[in-house]
C-alpha cells in the first residue's frame, strides 16, 4: 500500500475515532458533491500543468483550463492551451518594437529607460562608481520579472528561460555593464537582453540549427567567449586562435563529452569506458572556424578591442583573419576544405559545423531535449520519454518550428501527463485524494526563481502605488495609476537582482550566472540519501541528479526563507527601499489577498474569528494555487495544528491579526517541501 | 597545447577515482567544471569513498586571505627604498606627492626623509636572504604595525606577484602567447587570481576551494564549510563539493531572522509551521516525506537554520579582551578570531578564511589628503594593517602555548592586480604584477622581501628578466600567483604531488615537485 494512502487511512481513521472533522483533513479536498469533486480535480490537473508552463498559475487562467478540460477532456485541453500560446501571441519581427504584453524584453528596457532615466544624474562624475553599475543594470532586470509577471505569451517566456539556461551569456566581462553607446548608439548593457531576446526569446519556438547561427553571431557571445577579433595563426609570433566558443558549443550548446544513444543513455565503449565526443584536433580544427569574426561593421586588423563595439548587430566576418586552410574535425567525419579568401567561404566554413551538430551528430537531440524536460517537468525523465521526445526533435530538424514540436512531445508525452492519482474518499465526508505517483523518480525541486515569480502570480500582484512619491524631476512618475492592476503600460515592477533582491538570495537571477555552466549542472547530485537511492532501470546512468540542489548551501537556505519571509511579512514582495535623486521609493510589489476576503474566506467578516473550517478552506486554495493541490496531508495537518493552536491560545479577530496568519502560513508552505518539489 | 587530452587519457583507461578525479579537476580547470561533475555522478558513485582525500591531520592550522578590492597600488605599498631606486620609483611616479617637501602636483610617490611630514615617509623593510638580499624596500607608512611585524620575524613580503599560465616574457607578451583571459580587467582579474586557472574565463572554483575538497568528506560534508567567508561569495574558496560558510561582520551567522521567536504574531506561527515541516528528528524527518528530494529539501533547511544558530552560539560566548577596530574589515578579523577559538565547537582541523577591504580602484585621488592625514589608499592600508595586528593580538589572547595559533595560522594578501607606475594626474590604471605580504609566527615566516623585485622602476626592468613593461609601467608577474598559493598549500598540509597538481593545475609551469617555490615559508 501506498505511504500517502495510509497516511490519509490513519488521519481518516483518527478523524473517525476522535470525532474532530473540523481540526483534521479527511482528505485533500473537502467537496459537497461529487460535480465538485470532479471539479477540484479538474483543477489541480490545470494548476499541475500552468506550473510547468508559466511562471505560475493564476487563479483565472486554472478555471479557465479546468472548464476545458471539463469540455474537451485533459490532453486535448493542453494541447488546446499549448496552440493557443503557439498561435495567439506572435511578436513583432522587428527587435525594437515594444510590445505592452508580450515578447521581448529590449524595448521594454529601453522603454524604462526612455520613461525614466538613468537614475543618478552625476553620472559623469562618479561613473565607476556602485551606484553607476547598479543603474546601468536595473531595467534589463526590471524588464526581466515585468515579462515573467504579467506577460500574455507566458509559454514563450518559459521556454525563453530554459533555453537562457542552455545557451548561458550573463554579466561578467565588463563590457555588458557599460553604460556609455555602442556604435550602433545604444547603451552597452542593453547588449545582454538583446541576446536573451535573440536567441532566447525569438528562437522559442523555433529552430535549433537557426538559434545556433543567431548564437553564433552575436556580439554578446562574441565577447562572452571571446570569439570577437578572434584571429587566425601567425607564425610569426606563434599566437593560435582563441578556442574557448569551439570547446564551448560542442561541451555545453549542442553535443556534450560523451557520446549518447538516443534516449540519453551514454555510451559504453569497447573498452568499458565512455567514448568521447571530440578529441583536442577537434578543438583546434573547430577554433579555426571561429576566427575572423568582429563587431558588426568593423572589418579591420585593429587590435583595439573597444574600437567599433556593437553589442546590437550580428557580427561581421573579417576575411582576411579567417583561417581558410583545410580544417578536419571529428575524425575525419567533418572535413571542410580549404577555400579562397572571402568572406562568403568564411561564413560556409562556420555553417558547416553548425550544420554538423545541428543534422549529423546523433547526439544534439538527446543531449538538449534532456535538458529541456529537466527545465520543464522532472529532473530524471526516464529513457523512454527522452527516446520519445528526441524523436520530435530529429522528424522537425528542418522545420522553422522544431521547438513548437519539441515543446509539445515534452509537455504531452505521457510520462508528463501522467503524474498524479486521484482517490474519492467516502467517508467521514466526501472528498478528494491526489497523490504523487511517482515520488523521487519524477519529480524537481522547483527552480527558486520560479517558485518565487509562482508565489507573486498566484496573488495578482501589482506595483506598489507609493512609486508615486515625490518626483522633483520631469520624468514620469513610477507608476502611472488608471490602468487595472497589474497590468503594463507604465505600470511596471520593479524587481532586480541587486540591491535586497533575488540574486545574492536565491544564488539564481536573470542575467547573473556565475560562468557559461549556467546556475547549476545538470548532473548534480546532492550528497546523502538521494546519493544511496537505486532507482528503477529507467533511469540513465541508474543514477538521480537533481541540478537545482546544487545551490542550496546552508547559506542561501536562510536566504531564501529570510527573502521569502521578507516579502510576505507586509504581504508586499518587499525589496526595500531605494533611494533615488530627491525620492525615496518603495520597490514593493503587492499581493492581492482579496480571494481571502470574499465568499465566507477568512478574512471576510470584520472582528470575527476564523473558523477552523475557513482555515482548512484557506489551507485547500493554498495547495491548489501554490502546490498544484499536491500538498500531502501530513503538511495540511502541521499548517491547520499551527492555525487551531494559535486561535486556542490568543484573539485573532482583527483583520491585521488575521493577516499575519495569512502571510505566515503562505510563508511557510512556500518554503515547505511540498511546495519546493514538483510532481 | 593539448588541455583536454588528459582526461581524454584518463577516460580510456581505468584509473582509480581519486586518479580520476584528480584528472579531470585538473581539467575542470582548463576545461570545465561539468566535465567532473558529469562524469563522476553518472559512473563513479558508486566508487565513492567515505573519507576525505587527505587528512585527517595531527595539528590546526588557518589560511586567511584579505582581498584588497579593486586593484591595490601595491608598488606605493612596498616601494624602493635604496637612494637610487627610490629616486627612479619617484621619477617614473611623476615625483613626490605634492603635499610632501619637494613634492609636485599630480605626483604620486611617497618620500623617504621627509623632515617636514615625517607620517609620509616609508618605513624601512631590509630584505634578508633570498633574491633581494642587501636592498631595502619602503613601507608605506600607515602600516606601521605590519613594520613591527615584519621586524620581530613575523611578516615577510612577495614582489611583483600576478596571475600567469607559464612563465612569460616581454615577447611572449607582445604575441599573446598563454596570456591570462581578460588581463587588467577587474572581474577576469579577480577571477584568475582565484582560480589560478587564468587562461579560462568559465573557471569558477578556486584554489582554496580545491583544497577544502580534498580535505572534506564528500559524502557527509561538514555544515559549517572549513571555507569561512565574511560577506563575499568567493571564488577561491568555492569548490566542487565545498561552499564557503557566509558570515557577516557584525551579526556571524545569516540567521533564519524571526526564529525561534514566539513574541510577534507571524514569527511565531510561522515558526511553529516550520518546525512542523522541517522535522528535528531524522526519522520523524524520513516518515514524513517519502519523496527523497523533498526529505533532502527538508533537512537541508532545518540543518541551515540550526547551524547558523550554533555558529553564533560557538563564536557569539568566546571570550575575547582583543580590541578590534571599528571598521568593517576590523570587525571581519574579529569574526575570523572567533572561529579559530571555536574551532572545535565547529569541528574544524582545519580552517581558511576570506576577509576583505574594497575601495582600491585609485584612478583618482591615490594620495588623497584630509587635513594632515592622508587619506585614500594610505588610510585603507592603515585600516587593514590595524585590522591584521589586532587579529595577531587575539591569536596571542586566543594560544594556551606561544606559538600555538600564531604559528599556525598565517595571513595573506591577494587584489585584482597592481595599477600602472606612471601617474594618470592624481592616480594609477590597472596593471598586472604586485607585492603582497604575509604574517604569521615566527616558526612559519621567513622575513624577507622574496620575489624579484625589479631592479629599476623608472625603466620597469630587472637584471635576470630584462624589460618587465608592457606600457606604462604595467609589469610583467616575475613570480606566478601559483607559486604564492603553492607555498601557502604545502604549508597547509598539501602535498607536493599530484594532489598539488589538482589544486594548482599550472603549477608545473612554475615549479617542480621538491623544494620550496618561493621560500617565504619555514
Redesign the interface.
Known amino acids: 500500500m501506498k505511504y500517502r494512502t495510509v497516511q490519509a487511512l490513519c488521519r481518516g481513521l483518527l478523524a473517525t475515532c476522535l470525532l474532530l472533522p473540523a481540526t483534521t483533513f479527511a482528505a485533500d479536498f473537502a467537496a459537497s458533491s461529487f460535480g465538485e469533486l470532479g471539479e477540484i480535480q479538474r483543477k489541480v490537473l490545470a494548476s499541475h500543468f500552468l506550473m510547468r508552463t508559466t511562471f505560475g498559475p493564476t487563479e483565472p487562467d486554472v478555471n479557465a483550463l479546468a472548464l476545458r478540460i471539463q469540455q474537451i477532456g485533459k490532453k486535448a485541453a493542453f494541447e488546446e492551451w499549448i496552440d493557443a500560446q503557439l498561435n495567439d501571441y506572435p511578436i513583432s519581427s522587428d527587435w525594437q518594437t515594444y510590445e505592452a504584453d508580450r515578447g521581448r524584453l529590449w524595448p521594454l528596457a529601453k522603454k524604462m529607460l526612455n520613461d525614466m532615466g538613468y537614475r543618478s544624474i552625476n553620472f559623469g562624475k562618479d561613473k565607476d562608481d556602485e551606484q553607476g553599475v547598479y543603474d546601468r543594470n536595473q531595467w534589463k532586470e526590471h524588464a526581466w520579472w515585468h515579462r515573467a509577471l504579467t506577460s500574455k505569451d507566458q509559454l514563450r517566456q518559459r521556454m525563453a528561460w530554459a533555453l537562457s539556461q542552455i545557451f548561458v551569456v550573463a554579466e561578467g566581462p565588463g563590457v555588458f555593464s557599460n553604460r556609455d553607446l555602442d556604435s550602433s548608439a545604444n547603451p552597452r548593457w542593453l547588449g545582454l537582453p538583446k541576446y536573451y531576446d535573440d536567441v532566447c526569446i525569438s528562437h522559442a519556438f523555433g529552430n535549433y540549427r537557426d538559434l545556433l547561427d543567431t548564437m553564433t553571431y552575436s556580439p554578446a557571445m562574441g565577447v562572452w567567449l571571446t570569439t570577437v577579433k578572434n584571429k587566425k595563426a601567425d607564425p610569426r609570433t606563434g599566437s593560435f586562435p582563441d578556442e574557448n566558443y569551439a570547446r564551448e558549443i560542442m561541451q555545453l550548446f549542442s553535443i556534450g563529452l560523451v557520446e549518447l544513444k538516443p534516449n540519453g543513455e551514454p555510451r559504453i565503449g569497447p573498452d568499458g569506458e565512455f567514448v568521447e565526443t571530440y578529441d583536442n584536433e577537434t578543438i583546434t580544427a573547430l577554433s579555426r572556424v571561429f576566427t575572423g569574426l568582429v563587431f558588426n561593421n568593423n572589418k579591420s586588423s585593429s587590435d583595439s578591442f573597444g574600437a567599433g563595439t556593437n553589442l546590437h548587430a550580428e557580427m561581421d566576418v573579417y576575411e582576411q583573419q579567417h583561417d581558410t586552410g583545410q580544417k578536419v574535425a571529428f575524425k575525419g567525419r567533418l572535413v571542410i576544405p580549404a577555400r579562397p579568401q572571402s568572406e562568403a567561404n568564411a561564413r560556409r566554413d562556420i555553417s558547416a559545423v553548425l550544420d554538423f551538430l545541428a543534422y549529423e551528430h546523433r547526439n544534439t537531440a538527446p543531449f538538449i531535449c534532456r535538458r529541456l524536460i529537466q527545465r520543464f517537468v522532472m529532473s530524471n525523465p526516464p529513457k523512454y520519454y527522452v527516446r520519445r521526445v528526441v524523436r520530435a526533435w530529429d522528424k522537425n530538424k528542418t522545420n522553422p518550428k522544431q521547438f513548437e514540436e519539441v515543446i509539445k512531445a515534452i509537455l504531452l508525452d505521457r510520462v508528463a501527463l501522467n503524474a498524479l492519482r486521484f482517490k474519492t474518499v467516502r467517508s467521514p465526508s466526501l472528498g478528494l485524494n491526489v497523490i504523487r505517483k511517482y515520488p523521487t523518480e519524477r519529480t524537481r525541486l522547483r527552480e527558486p526563481i520560479l517558485r518565487s515569480t509562482a508565489m507573486l502570480r498566484a496573488f495578482s500582484p501589482y506595483p506598489d502605488p507609493s512609486f508615486l512619491t515625490i518626483s522633483s524631476d520631469a520624468k514620469t512618475p513610477y507608476y502611472t495609476p488608471g490602468g487595472p492592476e497589474g497590468t503594463a503600460g507604465n505600470q511596471y515592477f520593479f524587481i532586480d537582482n541587486n540591491s535586497d533582491g533575488i540574486g545574492d538570495k536565491f544564488a539564481q537571477a536573470p542575467f547573473e550566472s556565475e560562468s557559461v555552466f549556467n546556475f547549476y549542472l545538470p548532473d548534480y547530485q546532492a550528497p546523502g540519501a538521494i546519493s544511496n537511492y537505486v532507482p528503477s532501470k529507467s533511469i540513465i546512468n541508474g543514477k538521480l541528479v537533481t541540478p537545482e540542489f546544487q545551490i542550496i548551501s546552508p547559506v542561501t537556505a536562510n536566504q531564501t526563507m529570510n527573502h521569502i519571509r521578507r516579502t510576505t511579512v507586509d504581504s508586499d514582495f518587499d525589496i526595500g527601499n531605494q533611494w533615488e535623486v530627491n525620492r525615496q521609493v518603495n520597490l514593493d510589489v503587492n499581493l492581492d489577498f482579496s480571494r481571502f476576503y470574499e465568499d465566507g474566506g477568512l478574512l471576510g467578516a470584520a472582528n470575527v474569528e476564523p473558523t477552523m473550517q475557513q482555515v482548512r478552506k484557506f489551507i485547500e486554495t493554498l495547495d491548489l494555487a501554490l502546490c498544484a493541490g499536491t500538498m500531502s496531508l501530513s503538511t495540511k495537518q502541521v499548517l491547520l495544528d499551527v492555525c487551531q493552536a494559535e486561535l486556542d491560545r490568543y484573539n485573532v479577530d482583527r483583520v491585521s491579526e488575521k493577516e499575519d496568519l495569512v502571510q505566515a502560513i503562505i510563508s511557510a508552505l512556500v518554503l515547505a517541501p511540498d511546495c519546493a518539489v514538483m510532481p | ?5 588528459p582526461l ?1 587519457t584518463a ?4 584509473v582509480s577515482r581519486r586518479d580520476f578525479i584528480r584528472r579531470a579537476g585538473g581539467c575542470s580547470a582548463l ?5 567532473l ?3 563522476l ?3 563513479m ?1 558508486g566508487k ?1 569513498l567515505s573519507a576525505p582525500t587527505l587528512g585527517p591531520f595531527n595539528d590546526y592550522k588557518a589560511l586567511v586571505c584579505v582581498f584588497l578590492f579593486g586593484g591595490n597600488d601595491s608598488y606605493n605599498m612596498l616601494a624602493p627604498y635604496d637612494d637610487a631606486e627610490h629616486s627612479q620609483y619617484v621619477s617614473k611616479r611623476g615625483g613626490l606627492v605634492s603635499q610632501a617637501t619637494g613634492g609636485v602636483a599630480g605626483g604620486i610617490a611617497w618620500p623617504k626623509n621627509d623632515p617636514d611630514h615625517p607620517q609620509y615617509n616609508l618605513r624601512p623593510i631590509a630584505a634578508g636572504t633570498g633574491p633581494n638580499a642587501g636592498r631595502t624596500f619602503g613601507l608605506i607608512n600607515s602600516m606601521s604595525n605590519l613594520h613591527s611585524l615584519y621586524n620581530s620575524g613575523r611578516a615577510t613580503f612577495i614582489a611583483n606577484t600576478g596571475t600567469l599560465v607559464r612563465p612569460t616574457t616581454r615577447a611572449d607578451f ?4 598563454d596570456l591570462p ?2 588581463l587588467f ?4 582579474e579577480q577571477r584568475n587570481w582565484q582560480s589560478s586557472i587564468p587562461q579560462s ?4 572554483q578556486g584554489w582554496a576551494g580545491r583544497i577544502a575538497d580534498l580535505l572534506t568528506d ?4 561538514d ?3 572549513m571555507s569561512i567567508a565574511l560577506e563575499k ?1 568567493n571564488v577561491v574558496q568555492t569548490g566542487q ?1 565545498v ?4 558570515v557577516d561582520d557584525a551579526n556571524g551567522a ?5 526564529y525561534p521567536s514566539t513574541s510577534g ?6 515558526n ?3 518546525d ?2 522541517f522535522p528535528k528528528d531524522d526519522g520523524t524527518l524520513a516518515a ?14 532545518r ?3 540550526e ?2 544558530i550554533a555558529y553564533n552560539a560557538a563564536t557569539g560566548s568566546i571570550a575575547l579582551n582583543t580590541q578590534f577596530p571599528d571598521t568593517n574589515i576590523g570587525r571581519q578579523a574579529e569574526q575570523v578570531a572567533r572561529a579559530i577559538a571555536a574551532r572545535e565547537t565547529l569541528g574544524h582541523q582545519r580552517q581558511i578564511f576570506f576577509i576583505s577591504r574594497g575601495g582600491f ?1 585609485d ?1 583618482s585621488n591615490l594620495v588623497d589628503f584630509n587635513g594632515a592625514t592622508p587619506d585614500g589608499q594610505y588610510a585603507r592600508l592603515g585600516e587593514v594593517d590595524a585590522a591584521v595586528m589586532a587579529l595577531q593580538n587575539a591569536l596571542e589572547e586566543l594560544e594556551s602555548t606561544p606559538g600555538e595559533l600564531t604559528n599556525n595560522v598565517v595571513t595573506f594578501s591577494a587584489s585584482d592586480f597592481s595599477r600602472t607606475l606612471a601617474s594618470n594626474g592624481s592616480g594609477s590604471d590597472h596593471a598586472w604584477g604586485a607585492n603582497h605580504f604575509v604574517i604569521g609566527g615566527p616558526n612559519t615566516i621567513h622575513p624577507s622581501v622574496w620575489g624579484n623585485y625589479p631592479t629599476n622602476l623608472r625603466t620597469a626592468t630587472h637584471p635576470q628578466y630584462g624589460n618587465l613593461d608592457t606600457d606604462r609601467g604595467r609589469l610583467i608577474p616575475t613570480t606566478s600567483v601559483d607559486e604564492y598559493s603553492a607555498e601557502l598549500a604545502m604549508w597547509f598540509g598539501i602535498p607536493d604531488d599530484s594532489n598539488l597538481e589538482l589544486v594548482l593545475p599550472n603549477i608545473r609551469n612554475f615549479h617542480s615537485a621538491g623544494g620550496k617555490p618561493i621560500g617565504f615559508l619555514r
Open positions: 597545447m593539448n588541455f583536454f587530452d581524454m577516460m580510456n583507461k581505468s576545461t570545465s567544471t561539468s566535465i561533475a558529469t562524469l555522478n553518472l559512473r558513485t565513492v607582445d604575441a599573446k602567447i583571459k581578460g580587467s577587474h572581474n577576469d574565463r568559465s573557471a569558477v564528500p559524502v557527509s560534508p555544515t559549517i564549510s561569495l563539493n561552499v564557503p560558510y557566509i545569516k540567521l533564519l531572522e524571526g504574531r507571524y514569527d511565531r506561527i510561522r511553529n509551521a516550520l512542523g515541516l514524513t516525506y517519502a519523496d527523497l528530494l523533498q526529505r533532502t529539501h527538508a533537512s537541508a533547511n540543518d541551515a537554520i547551524a547558523a580602484d584612478h
